[in-house]
């Protein structure tokens, strides 16, 4: 298709897309190639904004291929993120009770009623310990799209 004054990506674009979303050795994170495509409108959080940037400017029926670095994607790791908290509070601000393991994924309420969510790397005595950096920080990602429409 050719992309001559075919419509352009802008920030606040409604699009129809596949878009696919990879580790660096190319195992798939997310995609939506071999399957329905996705629709989404920018700047409504639908995509991360690292992502929505990638498109900007782009033509529709444009197919293309990026390599993102770690701090391009979800940021390098840091080592300040990965926090102590007490048994008390861990109660007080995710599910009561719960059976926590090693490896879990922990929803936590924060200040002003948002959440958050930390990794549990290891549960001690009087309190656990928790990666709160993003899951897939420090990990360079590739990233593939194929605009089908741009409105």
Wanted: aromatic share 8%; proline share 6%.
């Amino acid at each position: 298709m050719s992309t001559t004054n075919a419509p352009i990506v802008t920030e606040s674009a409604y699009l129809t897309l596949h878009y696919r979303l990879a580790t660096a050795d190319g195992t798939d994170i997310v995609t939506t190639f071999g399957s329905t495509p996705a629709t989404l409108l920018l700047g409504q959080g639908q995509l991360a904004p690292f992502l929505e940037q990638r498109l900007l400017g782009m033509a529709e029926g444009t197919h293309a291929s990026f390599e993102l670095s770690p701090l391009e994607a979800f940021g390098e790791r840091n080592p300040e993120l990965i926090q102590a908290v007490s048994k008390k509070t861990l109660d007080e601000n995710s599910v009561p009770d719960a059976d926590y393991q090693v490896g879990d994924l922990v929803d936590f309420a924060a200040p002003g009623g948002g959440r958050f969510a930390g990794v549990l790397l290891q549960m001690r005595e009087n309190d656990a310990l928790f990666d709160f950096n993003h899951p897939l920080a420090g990990q360079p990602l590739k990233f593939e799209v194929q605009l089908i429409s741009v409105l």
